[in-house]
């Protein structure tokens, strides 16, 4: 069986209709949640998973169910097909009875296969099904790898490309300490602070970092001081959030003071709580 050129065209319509209305479903969906993840992200995992949802919605049952009717018309006109040859043969008195009871033996056998399995549509489609199955596994494992991989990718990039803050606004949305402390690890803090991130970054960094800092000491200390340094006291977001954060992060270093040699105290944690006693009774 041959699929016409029309309705070949009218299904790719379709499941490109469904994709675009997927993807702007998607994106109504993030313009009504807050702005924590970046919009490059979302677009990037949002793209993946349009694709794999209108793949798996439309373009696989559609070829599903294609292919079952092409096999179903092919599995009538074969039995038609041998239904009259047999006829014909059986009106020919050239026959012997012994070939003609052979005859009745196929057609017998080709209309028990068809009440027994369904026939050839059958068969093939009990193949098919499967091969179905693997795709959607497949299409559903590549969701989860691209979204998994998207927030560090994308960050790398942003490192390579010198945009520093869009990568750390990155690292600080997905809320994950590890990765956050990777990217301070890949930026240095002058390159960082040459010019003053954005109020949003900053008081985000002191609320990522300010936790165990006996670990990587030397790396939270720099940003902290750097950050601490750079907040603009006009700014009344950070003036509702600076006076908590501080008392947060001066109570963190006096939980850490016994864990940390006195010569590294003094070169990294005197002058930080410091700073963050400065800036909280400003």
Request: aromatic content about 6%; overall charge negative; proline content about 3%.
């Amino acid at each position: 069986a041959v699929v016409s050129t029309q309705s070949t065209g009218e299904g790719r319509t379709s499941i490109k209709a469904a994709y675009e209305k997927e993807l702007l479903r998607s994106f109504q969906n993030k313009s009504a949640l807050n702005n924590s993840v970046p919009v490059e992200q979302y677009a990037c995992a949002e793209l993946i998973n349009s694709y794999r949802k209108s793949m798996e919605d439309q373009l696989l049952p559609a070829m599903r169910d294609m292919y079952g009717n092409h096999c179903q018309k092919l599995d009538q006109a074969l039995k038609k097909w041998v239904h009259e040859y047999t006829q014909r043969l059986h009106d020919s008195s050239q026959l012997s009875p012994a070939v003609q009871n052979k005859l009745d033996q196929i057609q017998n056998r080709i209309a028990r296969i068809s009440e027994e399995g369904g026939g050839l549509a059958t068969i093939h489609q009990q193949r098919l099904d499967p091969a179905v199955q693997r795709v959607t596994s497949k299409l559903r494992n590549f969701e989860v790898q691209g979204s998994v991989a998207t927030s560090e990718d994308l960050i790398n990039v942003a490192i390579e490309q010198k945009r520093f803050h869009t990568a750390m606004e990155m690292a600080l949305n997905a809320k994950d300490l590890d990765l956050v402390l990777e990217t301070c690890r890949q930026i240095p803090v002058e390159d960082m602070f040459r010019d003053p991130p954005s109020q949003l970054i900053l008081l985000s960094i002191f609320a990522h970092l300010q936790a165990d800092l006996h670990v990587d000491l030397e790396l939270k200390s720099s940003y902290l001081i750097e950050a601490i340094q750079a907040v603009d006291m006009t700014d009344q977001t950070v003036r509702h959030h600076k006076g908590q954060l501080m008392q947060t992060l001066i109570e963190n270093i006096d939980t850490s003071q016994p864990r940390v040699p006195r010569d590294m105290y003094n070169l990294y944690l005197k002058n930080l709580r410091w700073s963050a006693s400065m800036l909280m009774n400003a």
